[in-house]
């Protein structure tokens, strides 16, 4: 017995697993970019499955909810937390950076940079969920780093529930898609950020509605590879190059999170667990 | 101090408030037409805004949240309970009848005896979400007390966010509602049970797509009579006739419930207060 703690103890940092949570299915966009990316490092997944959505919540409850989130990875002991949810990651995660230790990423930033690296005409559009943008930080982020940048934001809240329900190829996702982008069609952004990590589902009708000249910008991919930079940089990659567990959590019961959860990642997802999350 | 108590005390069963719950901002169609048949009733409406919706998450959380529900409206000393969601009426009432001893209904029942008295071909469509129709409740409530009567129920989760976002007249709701009760049609129905508080702000559309001759049941005002005659026949009618509070509650910050519920009541909510439901 003595001997097993003292093997868990002398565990090295950066054996750990990296941990991500969302409010439910969407962060595994950004999951699947983490297993491309850094296949020999350890994942523990949280999908707040009974909980989601996020999106139209208050900044106080969803601020709640990222610090359980937050708690529950921390429990099972991660080396690195990536706010996998643009709402979370919009309203709480300053908050989060505050008052734990543990290094955390959110998917704004990164998304921000995307834009700023892609945009010719400096007009930027931005949608996501009503939360993120009223936040407003995906504006403040790319101000930030370049000021002259123009930033166009709107909330969609319809596509969540049209990408959840598989609402991908219908005419119907495309009159909804016109409504919405209309504004910013007639602002003649043409780097587009897909605020929203269900949004890349519906990258087809979106690129139609917008035009073949406006890029699309999806956080999942640039947020895969912030988290590699950070690891490296931090000498935090995980030394062995054996296979390494992905496990998920949710908060309701798996079977649907199982089902819609192969739509994102386009294969099966392994064993789901559910936790009691309002325990953290 | 004594007298205050004494006096609390002495409060007879009847001068108390009637308590409804709902996922959200749903059951405020329910509540409406309380208030209307009712006047003279103090109602406690409490809407779990933090946590909806209920239509997708499964039993067993459904059942959690509305013990919880349950618990807070018993702290505010009601006579009697609504459960003003369809969701949670079918897959929780039961099991709520079975352990507290207040009286309680919910919105299933009501909606099948109107069905009952409405269709004359025998064939009754139920639409409601996955929750409700994967729970079969409406069938088997139809059924039990007309046994020849044949069913068709199909879940139609676009519905709620539609009707939350407002899109009640736009093209795109048409489609989906093409799309979904194109089933229905093809058996026949010439009666549709909205089986979801939402519903009924879509009934325009749903009454053109199905068909002027097939009649739409709305569950609130059923669930109202069936209220009203349960507090008469039980000598649970408020006596006093002057005006009666109406206070409303919420697990996320009031402002959305406030701005969205207006769609539903038709007129302005007093003060909607924040609770946190997870201490009950």
């Known amino acids: 017995m003595t001997l097993l703690i003292k093997s868990t103890l002398s565990h090295k940092e950066n054996d750990k ?50 610090f359980q989130n937050t708690n ?26 505050k008052h734990y230790q543990i290094p955390m990423i959110g998917v704004i930033d990164p998304g921000a940079k995307a834009a700023i690296g892609t945009t010719k005409n400096r007009r930027v559009g931005v949608i996501g969920t009503v939360g993120t943008i009223s936040s407003d930080a995906y504006r403040k982020a790319i101000q930030k780093l370049s000021s002259g940048i123009k930033v166009f934001s709107l909330p969609c809240p319809l596509f969540v529930s049209l990408a959840e329900e598989g609402y991908i190829d219908k005419k119907a996702t495309r009159l909804i898609a016109e409504d919405y982008l209309s504004p910013l069609i007639k602002k003649d ?60 959590y949710v908060s309701d019961v798996p079977d649907k999170f199982m089902q819609v959860g192969r739509r994102f990642l386009k294969n099966r997802i392994g064993k789901v667990r559910r ?6």
């Open 17 to 66: 697993p990296i941990g991500i949570f969302d409010s439910g299915v969407g962060g595994l966009t950004v999951a699947k970019q983490v297993f491309r990316l850094l296949p020999h490092e350890k994942v523990i997944y949280f999908g707040d499955t009974g909980r989601y959505p996020y999106g139209p919540r208050s900044q106080q409850i969803v601020a709640k909810f990222s």
């Open 72 to 97: 529950f990875l921390l429990k099972e002991k991660v080396k690195f937390i990536v706010v996998a949810c643009n709402t979370a990651s919009a309203v709480a995660l300053p908050q989060l950076q």
């Open 189 to 248: 952004v043409d780097t587009l950020v897909l605020g929203c990590t269900h949004y890349p589902l519906l990258k087809k009708v979106l690129s139609q509605v917008m035009g073949e000249d406006v890029r699309l910008i999806d956080s999942a991919e640039e947020t895969a590879k912030e988290v590699r930079i950070f690891l490296e940089v931090n000498k935090l990659l995980r030394e062995s190059k054996g296979k390494a567990y992905h496990k998920f």
């Open 275 to 280: 936790i009691d999350i309002n325990r953290y």
